[in-house]
């Protein structure tokens, strides 16, 4: 079987003549068992299962002597026994800067009215991140136009920070805040496991005119999990594309928690076993892989800022995907929903949310004013029990005397609405703000 293998593939690849093809043999809910390509198959590559004039594309999943495993990109094939299946090879797309302002599938096949897309340079989807030797520091700092952000978790050009809440937080109108900033010259926005309606809410309201410079790809919330787990790929593709041609890339991908549970769906069909909370091991070797490949570029090529949003299910911190996903990237910000009941937004934690290269953002006297200001929200936020049940008396401590007086005032320094104009100069007036507390 090796030799024919080979001498199929010698004659198949100069001309592309021999279509190599084998058999459903197997239907499951969620796959298909196919006989008749393992030799010829590699894990991710796509193929082609026809029966009774419908086609369908799928991906192998798994490999053995005995046959593969395909899932189909289609939620529901509805195919049978006997189904042909042709191989197709790896999947490749071809971004263009002409993508701007349009909306494509995990596939990158556009779902508005703008017509055909027009073809760049083809590029698979599971490049590797450039070498660490090879990229680029992060110096140049990267206004966000929130104030909290730029403010207590400021961010720098090619870095990678999560955005960690529970539904309903605010998530959503957030990352849209952030995908208004004109620093970029290109941004990539990747919408996993979205309700369908929201779609058309996130563009129109939410981004507004900045949807122009954006390319959006979409996978809803009712697409198998195999377009799920593929848009992701797909959002990255474009954004190495745009770095690569020496641009400043804004990724945006909400969320990755969703792309973690396709992944998870797609390996326990493959037969892994599961581990933590369900999720079989693959899972958390494929997160970093993802999320490595954004950041800086090589010496000469642009960056990829990327946000990354991560549904926190339960309001549990500690869930293992959302622990591996703090521990590869450069940060986190986290929205609180207690904040958010109090009709505080964005409702981000400013105690909680650090980013890790923020010492090459602020100079020497505002990291100290920084710091200063995070200690009196701290004592502020420790103490309320206790205030409210009436044990402090005023003048007893004169720390949290200037605690009790400002911290209400950078909560209104730091309340912004979604449509309100980028913030500016904010570490400024915050620090005006304390001078008139301590002198």
């Known amino acids: ?62 490999i053995d002597r005995k046959g593969a495993l395909v899932k189909s990109f289609e939620s529901n094939a509805g195919l049978g026994l006997g189904a042909r299946v042709t191989l197709q090879g790896p999947i490749q797309i071809a971004p263009h800067s002409s993508w701007k302002g349009r909306v494509v599938d995990a596939l990158a ?36 136009g929130v104030a909290a952000i730029d403010a207590f978790a400021p961010l720098c050009l090619g870095q990678r920070i999560g955005v960690f809440a ?3 937080v605010g998530k959503s109108t957030l990352l849209a805040m952030i995908a208004r900033s004109r620093i970029f010259d290109a941004a990539v926005i990747c919408l996993v496991g979205e309700r369908g309606r929201e779609v058309r809410d996130f563009l129109d309201e939410a981004l507004g005119a900045s949807a122009s410079n954006a390319v959006i790809v979409v996978s ?29 890339v804004l990724l945006i991908m909400d969320s ?21 909370n369900g999720y079989a091991p693959s899972v958390f070797a494929d997160l970093p892989r993802l999320l490595e490949r954004a950041g800086p570029g090589s010496e000469g090529a642009g960056s990829m800022t990327a946000i990354f949003s991560v549904l ?8 293992p995907v959302a622990d591996c996903i703090r521990g590869t990237l450069d940060g986190h910000i986290v929205l609180e929903r207690s904040i958010a009941e109090q009709g505080r937004y964005p409702a981000i934690d400013i105690l909680k949310s650090i980013s890790r290269v923020a010492d090459r953002v602020w100079r020497p006297q505002e990291r100290e004013m920084i710091s200063k200001a ?14 409210l049940l009436g044990g402090y008396r005023s003048g007893a401590d004169p720390e949290l005397d200037r605690a009790i007086g400002v911290t209400p005032l950078i909560y209104d320094l730091l309340r912004q609405a979604s449509d309100a104009p980028p913030a500016s100069d904010i570490v400024a007036r915050l620090d005006a703000m304390l001078r008139q507390f301590t002198e």
Do not use: W
């Not at 990755?256 to 933590?276: N, Q």
């Not at 995070?374 to 205030?387: H, I, P, Q, S, Y």
């Open 1 to 62: 079987m090796n030799r024919l293998s080979e001498a199929v593939a010698s004659v198949a690849l100069p001309g592309e003549r021999l279509r190599i093809s084998g058999t459903v043999t197997e239907v499951f809910p969620s796959h298909f068992h196919v006989a008749g390509l393992s030799p010829f198959l590699r894990l991710d590559d796509c193929v082609l299962l026809e029966q009774a004039g419908r086609a369908f594309h799928g991906q192998a999943i798994r």
């Open 109 to 144: 096949r556009p779902i508005d009215e703008g017509g055909p897309l027009t073809q760049g340079e083809r590029r698979g989807l599971n490049a590797s991140p450039p070498s660490p030797m090879a990229r680029m520091r992060l110096s140049a700092p990267a206004p966000t």
């Open 166 to 168: 529970g539904s309903g």
């Open 220 to 248: 809803t919330s009712d697409e198998s999990p195999m377009m799920r787990r593929l848009a992701p790929l797909t959002a990255m593709s474009i954004g190495e594309s745009f770095r690569d041609q020496g641009q400043s």
């Open 256 to 276: 990755v928690t969703r792309y973690a549970h396709a992944l998870r769906e797609i390996a326990l069909s493959a037969g892994e076993p599961p581990a933590a």
């Open 312 to 319: 926190i299910d339960g309001d549990n911190h500690n869930d």
């Open 374 to 387: 995070r200690g009196l929200v701290a004592k502020f936020e420790d103490t309320r029990d206790l205030r």
